[in-house]
């Protein structure tokens, strides 16, 4: 009962903070860098990615430019840039695990470092309050209203998710502990034999041997 309070409550606590801040990293000319994020199906994902300037007053050289490519877990393309400074992308996930965003800059001599920003975001907080704010013409407490309540059903269907992953965790200990049975069963069995044989073949011996 505890356990299941303190996992409930961390639950909580990872959805209520903030789910997703804008990343920072570095990325090489000729060199590809891998984000991954683990989404739930029929979650809404959205990300926004750019190169920083490092100087405002100047305009982006054209050795900072980006390939950009988001994949399922299995694969699947749901994003894909060629050569761009900044760019988005949303998407409904069709099925869960772990979403790869890569970013890859095209080879240059010499060879140049530059900063990537992104920004993805999933589930509830892949929603643009602002936007449903102005369209709706709503006030501040139903705005927070409707938060909680997009809030709640994100924490209701983690819940199922994580249930569904204990579930095929349990499966998965039932037939390693099986295997291991078996397998234990025929490593004895194994044992046995190899020494009854080696019984057997001693006595053999000594009985041509005439020594018993």
Request: hydrophobic content about 40%.
């Amino acid at each position: 009962m505890f356990q299941r309070f303190v996992l409930v409550a961390v639950l909580v606590i990872g959805i209520l903070s903030p789910a997703s801040e804008s990343l920072r990293f570095e990325l090489q000319t000729g060199h590809t860098k891998c984000i991954a994020e683990d989404i739930k199906s029929n979650s809404m994902s959205v990300g926004n990615y750019h190169v920083v300037k490092p100087n405002d007053d100047h305009p982006l050289p054209e050795s900072h430019k980006l390939t950009v490519k988001v994949t399922s877990t299995h694969g699947h393309s749901m994003h894909t840039a060629e050569k761009v400074e900044k760019g988005q992308f949303a998407f409904t996930a069709p099925e869960d695990g772990d979403y790869m965003a890569c970013f890859w800059a095209s080879e240059q001599s010499p060879q140049a470092t530059f900063t990537v920003e992104l920004d993805w975001r999933t589930g509830v907080y892949a929603k643009d309050w602002s936007n449903v704010a102005k369209k709706g013409q709503v006030d501040v407490m139903e705005l927070e209203l409707k938060k909680l309540y997009d809030t709640i059903t994100s924490i209701h269907e983690e819940m199922f998710y994580l249930r569904e992953r204990e579930e095929e965790m349990q499966m998965l200990n039932r037939a390693t502990t099986s295997k291991m049975f078996w397998l234990s069963f025929v490593s004895l069995f194994l044992c046995l034999s190899v020494a009854g044989m080696q019984f057997w073949h001693l006595k053999t011996f000594f009985e041509k041997k005439k020594l018993i």
